[in-house]
């Protein structure tokens, strides 16, 4: 808001010389007249202005604007690829997985608890498929399986599909 106050103190100020000037140099009431005219369009403007950037900056419009955002980010990638975690295929699983988070870290602002918590569950689980050491074994495979079908599961409620 720092740059709009600026702009409109400017005005003002430039406002003020202006109605000064007329009133040296027109005689009284004109120059009054026309300083009062010119006094009350600024300041119609600057609250009309003034009014205008509030309501494009109120919290709420904005983090609603967010969540729409959000919305249409994990449609747009749920509709570009299928939310498909397989047990045959645990790279599926992991790339489901890590795009998820980056997903959900572009829009961490509007949950960063839950955000917090999806990521700390994901790497804890990544961690425990990496200590399994053999990308071949049934426990493995089912580990990413399960996470990646968690994080699609999460995807799919933020993005509004049931």
Sequence with gaps: MEPFGSILGAAGSIASLISLYFCWKISETWGLRISLIFVLLLAGCSSYFSFQYYESTKPELVRQKKQQE?????????????????????????????????????????????????????????????????????????????????????????????
């Design 70 to 162: 959000l919305r249409e980010a994990i449609k747009k990638f749920i509709n570009e690829d299928s939310l498909h975690a397989s047990y045959y295929e645990p790279g599926e699983s992991e790339g489901l997985i890590n795009s998820g988070l980056i997903i959900l870290e572009q829009y961490k602002e509007l949950y960063p608890e839950q955000y917090l918590r999806i990521k700390q569950q994901v790497e804890s689980e990544l961690q425990r498929a990496k200590e399994i050491n053999d990308r071949e074994s049934s426990s493995y495979r089912e580990l990413m399986n399960q996470t990646g079908k968690s994080m699609g599961v999460t995807l799919k409620k933020l993005a509004g599909a049931s």
